[in-house]
């Protein structure tokens, strides 16, 4: 199951931020009150913040890694083409480090934009990283200046949220084919029409 689905903002001159986030847990509580729902809002924005930040030193070495700058794109080539430009990656985090239990982050990065699954580590991570990839593409899709700019995906945050309903159901991977996807887009698109 996938814990926890983020878009990230990894700027190279600035903080890294969470542009968008949804959790498929109830992890830190649903809380009765106000005080409880404040302090399980801090809990989870503390062990999110954890998260991109072990994330934001993986991305940068290995950007490190890749020698030079990158190289202009060659007429008709893709973004998703270039280490320069596309990369990703896996780390896991041990239980008590932010979360109760033992976490896998995959994430995957198309320039700025770094998009990030938090699955439990007996997942089926082949299935995650598919599942990651078509994320990242309809991302970059829908907001065609996400990649450079990720604050854009602020103005289509209900996209993003219909989009994960639809193929990752409270959280769950979906063995799904390419007909099965193009279903899942069309009913995603009839229902951002109707609301």
């Known amino acids: 199951m996938v814990f926890g689905v983020l878009v990230v903002s990894l700027q190279p001159s600035e903080t890294p931020a969470i542009v968008f986030s949804s959790i498929f847990s109830s992890e830190f509580g649903q809380g009765e009150d106000d005080a409880a729902l404040q302090a399980a809002r801090v809990a989870r924005k503390s062990a999110l913040s954890q998260v991109v930040s072990r994330l934001y030193s993986e991305s940068v070495f290995k950007r490190s ?3 030079g700058p990158a190289p202009p794109l060659a007429p008709g080539q893709s973004v998703f083409d270039l280490p320069h430009y596309h990369d990703g990656g896996v780390f896991r985090l041990p239980a008590g480090s932010p979360f109760s239990t033992r976490k896998l982050v995959l994430w995957e990065r198309i320039i700025n934009c770094v998009c990030v699954f938090i699955c439990d580590p007996d997942d089926n991570i082949a299935l995650a990283e598919s599942a990651l990839s078509y994320f990242l593409k309809f991302v970059c899709a829908q907001f065609p200046r996400a990649a450079e700019q990720p ?18 159901p409270h959280g769950q991977l979906l063995f799904a084919s390419s007909t099965m996807e193009k279903q899942l887009d069309r009913e995603a698109e009839a229902y951002l029409a109707v609301a």
Request: hydrophobic share 45%; proline share 0%.
């Open 65 to 67: 890694l890749l020698s």
């Open 151 to 168: 604050s854009e995906t602020l103005t289509g945050a209900e996209h993003l949220s219909t989009f994960l309903r639809m193929h990752l």
